[in-house]
């Protein structure tokens, strides 16, 4: 059985008022499909369902306003019959009936009629721990099952759920929907400050190309690299740009874990940790890098690689644009972006030559540094790039 | 070496009365009787009757000279029948003996022990049967502990006599019988600490004096179910060691009290209350207990098991909240 919930529809919405339906019992809706106007506090919005099936019961009335997430609708799932329907809605019932006489449920503005028999107000059954355990793993608990007493979500189903991969259109809309809150959230709450300056990279580029020069090509460093071990360095001066910003205030980074922007083939994109990218050799965060993007793209991260970032690095050089204009991802406070390496004109000692130039970008929050600061670190990066030898080594 | 819990706290008493001339017991049929659990039995021919002495049947009158010898210097061990007879000397045990430290300002206190029988299961009726531990283990400047093990039996007694204030042991009527091994470990009995006494990994039994039994019987028997359970001796009800619960839970993310009290106001509400207030986010099920029936105990003997914390409870209640219920009947 489909119980059809009450979609969010915007950032701002957390309760609708029913204008129409679209469907009513007996109806076979298809994916996409419209099956209600909901009126807002926006505007009146077309109602989409992302499922195939045949309606049941329709238990919202018009002009009725209930929270987002509340069900409005059963629908049979194609090849269910109504006695399978019967049976479930039994079952929940059942189980509703066999929980201790607790105390009444607090009283809500919903209708009892629309309350899931699951417990009060639609709040799921979900054990404190695993609840965290949920969080940490960034699973999301409506995928989840559960199979403890009532029906409750427990740490093991949470790890079997986890275990579980999902179907590659699940995932992108997954992810599509979580870039989006957590962008929506970053242009909501983080005040961005935006800094760029051009970096030549002649003497990086050189140095580069003469540390690789009889190297196999497995063993040679990218540009992308020396960027990281660059950024890596000079956040050591400037730690108010890397860490997190939480509870009103400023917490800094364990270490420099540099999130790296990767976009995956079948979109989307994640940044996942590389840590301690400061204390690493040019070597072996080349080493560390290619792995990452390997198994970021075939999927297989550790959850601890997903939360660990203290900053964001972007490289969107490939992508032929010139400067980036990064969004912070929350909680962290500072993203920095390099666009295209190409040569261009360079004034060097009075004369105009032709140099390899990288734009280097800085997004950070004015909650936790000011333009000043920002501005410093830009330099320091130049300085570190004209410089490159010393980024070939793990640091003491 | 294997040997009964009373003789393990027989010769706890006998070893604190040879060693130290201020130690004295006192209560209702402990001398010419032999105490009614036996545990003093030949102490008055051995020790005679100036410190094996034979009391009035008044709890509150016994208790009291027990206070005052205290206060006097001496190391009185007072023992009261069962649990429900302390009521009558509730007053000298709350409102003097537990109180004369912090009034004084630390200028006296009352070196006084208190040994009780507690508990159900003899069919001893509704007036000897019941299990106040709870009330005790409310009262500030009172220690309170109930010895499971018979290593505890022959070891609590020593530091409740050096303890400077009112300690209460609660001695189970069921365990007097039952045997165990002494172990050189009573040697290091403390006021203090809880203990694992069985390790697991699914759920934490909770349990102290006669319930610690039924706890490993019931761990034993979900063993069998695939259910790892752990077993915590409480051991010391005042002061509480929250530390050996939390560690425990946060390891095994449930847990069952099993308390012989009442189910309202008990001790175990106290523990779980505790576990919500230290480790809800470890929590995979809401805490359960397995307590009494909140009626007088009953005699006859159905309706007296019926009435208590059994096995069969205990191990109902860890399979339901693994969500390994079996079927019902």
Redesign the interface.
Known sequence: MIEFKLPSLGAEMDEGTLVEWKIKPGDTVHKGDVVAVVDTSKSAIDVEIWQDGMVLELLLELHQTVPVGTVIARLLEPGETPEHADAEKRRIAEAAAAKPPAAPAPSAPTPTKVVPATGSEGRRRV??????HAQTLGIDLARVTG???QG?V???DVERAAAQKPSADDRALAMRTAIGAAMARSKREIPHYYLATDIPLERATRWLAKRNQGRAVTERALMAAVFLKSVALALRKFPELNGYYRDGGFVAGSGTHLGVAISLRQGGLIAPAIRDVGSLSLDELMKRLTDLVARARALTLKSSEMTDATITVTNLGDQGVEVVHGVIYPPQVALVGFGKMSVRPWVRDGNVMAEPVVTASLSADHRASDGHRGALFLNELNRLLQEPEPLDEAPK | MTITYREAMREALHDALARDPRVFLMGEDIGKYGGSYAVSKGFLDEFGPDRIRDTPLSELAFVGAGIGAALGGMRPIVEIMTVNFSLLALDQIVNTAALYSHMSGGQFHVPLVIRMATGAGRQLAAQHSHSLENWYAHVPGLTVVAPATVDDARGMLGPALANPDPVVIFEHAMLYNAEGELTDAWRSADLSSARVLRPGTDVTLIAWGGTVWKALEAAKSLAGAGIEAEVIDLRVLRPLDDATVMDSVRRT?RAIVVDEGWRSGSLAAEIMARIMEQA???????VARVCSEEVPIPYAKHMEEAALPQTSKIVAAAR??L?KAEASA
């Open positions: 054990s404190p721990a695993a609840r965290v199979t403890g007493p409750a427990t740490i093991e | 993310h809800l986010y470890d929590l995979d099920a809401p339901q909240m969500g």
